[in-house]
Each structure stands twice: as structure tokens, then as C-alpha cells.
């Protein structure tokens, strides 16, 4: 990393061959959008404080998704082109101390999130190892169509871009393309990019034109190639969106396995960038590990599972068709088949959540149990409690959401209904099938159901009157 390198990140564009309402640097690959993978990889050059992302098409959004990044912001009110976008920074890149200098400008693009850190890095060593006024990216293509060619001097050099449209059939045959992605010498860059006029059909600022300007002014433009040209694939339909997706959850799959983990079909899992998973942890098919999922060593993940923004000790049991949202599971713990954690929870070590069981904003403590069919919201269960089938706790009056606390070692009968706001002391049982609406002692037996009545005959009557 460098201060005199400064990073510009185009990403004003809405991107209309998305068919989408939503900015294309806003669509996620891999469980970061766009501009987030670009703006990383822009790390390894540059401080965030000297990375610029220009901004257009809901711009506050992209802003928000940027938010803790430390990046800047330069807004590009109307879409006139690369040049144009480029041009919105000069004022304020210029006016960075030490812009005076022979310093460097990066400049990249928010649909190109492949690109890697070391490449850029490659890049910046090339530019400042020469004496050339820019570097270009470039790469070789078995089909370029599409994109604009590079035509070189005889030294060399990138001599100008033919674009697809207007390149000649010789032009079209070859096979080097326009990334798009340059090194600037900065103080040469600010010198000459008010020289690119919108001379063109579209009446657009086109940053290509900088390299014949360049030219004319006795600046050579040099050429670095990338031998993995998945680097510089920019996105543009939802079909260039899934296979970038698939990259990503490609590469992701094997740092994980090379880190000791095992992956069971991994060619049916879905797992984000930020996911962290210790060795020995064993990740069925289908499951799904989003957002910034962390978990332990010797865990188990079972099939068709969804771990989304939690954390998981080691030894951890996740059985098949379990969904874990926003919720920490401690060590030994075991959860599902088809049980639900929903958000703000967190299971103690060694508990036991069974089937169709659900929680949201529950501290389920160590040891504690519910092994099939209950509810528990806003709770606080303690240490060995034991929660009976059919058990809900009914924390909603139709306004307010209320606690329910429930003592260590308390046994809760099948089908009991527990009406919060409530207290139930530790060692104490609950009858099956009461409704319990008052606190319950330590070491009480709680019983809130009618005593039963037997009517002898009544099913009888009851038939001959429907005669």
C-alpha cells in the first residue's frame, strides 16, 4: 500500500441489461455485492481514504453499503461517459497533498469484482517501474466480441482502442480487449483528461480517447496482460452474474477444504466470502452459510441447512433442514432436524434443540433441552431445564412482546402454555398441558387446568338426537 496511489472506482451506471431495478454494483456475487468485492481488492494499493467511488443511480444505497468502508464519494449527476465519471474526481484528487507528485491513479470499475489484489498490485509495480504515462490492462480472448481492441505500436505499446463498432475486420481479429482498467502518472492524467472531447454519436467523454492523447503529447501507454481473463469479466446480464457466483462459491469451497474442512458435494453448497469454519468441521450437501457465519472445529452442518450470520462453537450439531439466523449455538450443542433459530439467540453449551422447534431472542442454557414441537420467544431458560413437547411461551399481548424466565433444572410438561410476562423458579415442574399465567416457587408443582369431567352416555345422546 501506497499513499501517492490514489483508486477511482466507477459505479454510477444503473446498468440496464440487469433488467433491474437495483444498480448493477448493488447485485451480489459470492454474498457481497459488486462494489464491495471491488472496493477489497482496491485495499491492496490503496488507504480508503484514497479510494474514490463515483456514484449516480441510488447513490445513497451505495453509500450505505459502503458505509464503515472509510471510502469517499464524488457524485456524477449525469452519466456522460468514463471520461466524464473520471473527470467528476479531478478537483478533489488533485487537491490531495502530494497530487503534484508523480503519484499514480488507479482507475477501476464496480462490475468487475474478480480482479484480484495481487493483480492490482502487479499493476502499480509495472507503472512505477517504467517510464511509460499509463498501464492498461489487457487480456487475450478466443472470443473478444464485444469489446473494444487493442492496437499496439511497433515498441509495443498500446498505439490507440478500436472500439467493436467502429474497428475495421483486421482490428476485429484481434484477440487483445480493453479492460478498461488503467495506472495513471496522476500529474499527467489531471494535465490532459479536459483534452477528451465528446466527438462521438453518443456525446460521451470516453476515457479510451486518453490514449491517443497521451500519444500525441509524447506519453507512451504500456500494456500488462493477464493470463486469467475471469479477472476482467465485467457484469452486465443476470447470466454474467451467476457465473461469477459460481467462481466465487468455487473458490471459496476450496480454501475451505485446503484449510481442513470437509465439504460434502461441494457443488451444491452455498457458502458467502466472510464465512469462517474450523477444521475437521464436516458441511453437508445443499447446506447454505451466509453472511458472517463463523464456525468451530470437529462442527457438523447437515444437509439442505441454513446458517445465516451466526456463530458456532466446536462440536456444534446442526441437523438436516435447520435454519440458525443472528443466533450463537456454544460449544456441543446439538439443533434439528427442521428445527428454526431465528434472530437474537444464544444456546448454551451441551443444550439440545429437537425437531420443529423454534426460537427468536431466547438464551437457552447449558444442558437444557426441547426436544420436539415448541415455542420459545423472549426467553431466558436455565441451566438442565427440560421443555416438553407442545410447550409455547406467549410473549405477545397484541401490543407489547414480554419475557418469560424459566429456572435451571425446571421440568415443563407436553402442551403446556406459558403466558408471559411469568417467572418459574428453579427445580420446579410444570403439570402437562397447564396454563400457567402466575410465578411459579422453587421446587413447586404447577398445575393450571380444569379438573376432568366425565359425562357418561353423552356421546350416545348426542347421536340418536342427530336421527
Request: glycine share 10%; with cysteine.
Amino acid at each position: 500500500m501506497t499513499s501517492q496511489t490514489s483508486v477511482v472506482i466507477l459505479a454510477a451506471g444503473l446498468g440496464t441489461r440487469m433488467k433491474s431495478k437495483r444498480a448493477k454494483v448493488l447485485h451480489r456475487a459470492g454474498g457481497l455485492t459488486l462494489i464491495e468485492h471491488v472496493v477489497r481488492a482496491a485495499g491492496a494499493i490503496a488507504a480508503p481514504n484514497h479510494t474514490t467511488v463515483v456514484v449516480g443511480h441510488q447513490a445513497d444505497d451505495v453509500r450505505r453499503t459502503l458505509g464503515d468502508s472509510g471510502v469517499r464519494f464524488v457524485a456524477q449527476t449525469e452519466q456522460k461517459g468514463t471520461g466524464h465519471a473520471l473527470l467528476a474526481c479531478r478537483e478533489s484528487l488533485a487537491a490531495e497533498p502530494g497530487a503534484a507528485e508523480p503519484g499514480l491513479v488507479v482507475v477501476l470499475y464496480g462490475d468487475c469484482p474478480l480482479l484480484s489484489p495481487d493483480t492490482l498490485k502487479e499493476l502499480v509495480r509495472r507503472q512505477c517501474s517504467s517510464d511509460a504515462g499509463a498501464t492498461l490492462i489487457t487480456t487475450r480472448l478466443t472470443d473478444p466480441t464485444g469489446y473494444g481492441r487493442i492496437i499496439f505500436g511497433d515498441k509495443g505499446d498500446v498505439q490507440a482502442i478500436a472500439e467493436q463498432k467502429a474497428a475495421t475486420p483486421e482490428q476485429l481479429a484481434i484477440p487483445y480487449i480493453n479492460s478498461g482498467i488503467y495506472c495513471f502518472r496522476a500529474d499527467l492524467l489531471w494535465k490532459h483528461i479536459l483534452e477528451i472531447r465528446p466527438d462521438n454519436p453518443a456525446h460521451e467523454y470516453y476515457l479510451t480517447d486518453i490514449v491517443e492523447i497521451f500519444g500525441s503529447a509524447g506519453h507512451r501507454v504500456a500494456v500488462m496482460e493477464v493470463d486469467n481473463s475471469a479477472e476482467l469479466l465485467g457484469i452486465n446480464t443476470r447470466a454474467e452474474l451467476a457465473e461469477v457466483d459460481r467462481i466465487f462459491r468455487q473458490r471459496k469451497v476450496q480454501e475451505l477444504m485446503l484449510a481442513g474442512v470437509t465439504i460434502e458435494k461441494p457443488e451444491t453448497v452455498t457458502i458467502d466470502h466472510e464465512v469462517r469454519i474450523g477444521e475437521d468441521s464436516i458441511i453437508g450437501p445443499f447446506a447454505q452459510i451466509l453472511g458472517r457465519t463463523e464456525i468451530g472445529s470437529d462442527a457438523s452442518i447437515g444437509t439442505c441447512s441454513i446458517i445465516e450470520n451466526s456463530t458456532l462453537g466446536a462440536n456444534v450439531e446442526i441437523a438436516p433442514f435447520t435454519w440458525v439466523a443472528d443466533s450463537q449455538v456454544e460449544a456441543g450443542a446439538h439443533i434439528g432436524p427442521f428445527a428454526r433459530l431465528r434472530r437474537g439467540n444464544r444456546v448454551g453449551p451441551g443444550a439440545h434443540i429437537g425437531n420443529f422447534v423454534e426460537l427468536k431472542n431466547t438464551r437457552f442454557g447449558a444442558k437444557a433441552k426441547a426436544s420436539h414441537l415448541a415455542y420459545l420467544g423472549d426467553s431466558e431458560i436455565g441451566e438442565g431445564a427440560n421443555i416438553g413437547a407442545g410447550t409455547i411461551t406467549c410473549n405477545y399481548d397484541g401490543v407489547e412482546k414480554h419475557k418469560t424466565q424459566i429456572g435451571k433444572d425446571v421440568f415443563v410438561g407436553s402442551n403446556s402454555t406459558l403466558v408471559a410476562p411469568i417467572e418459574i423458579g428453579d427445580s420446579s415442574y410444570i403439570g402437562a398441558g397447564s396454563v400457567i399465567t402466575d410465578a411459579v416457587p422453587p421446587d413447586a408443582l404447577a398445575l393450571g387446568r380444569a379438573r376432568q369431567v366425565n359425562k357418561e352416555g353423552w356421546a350416545a345422546k348426542r347421536k340418536k338426537k342427530r336421527k
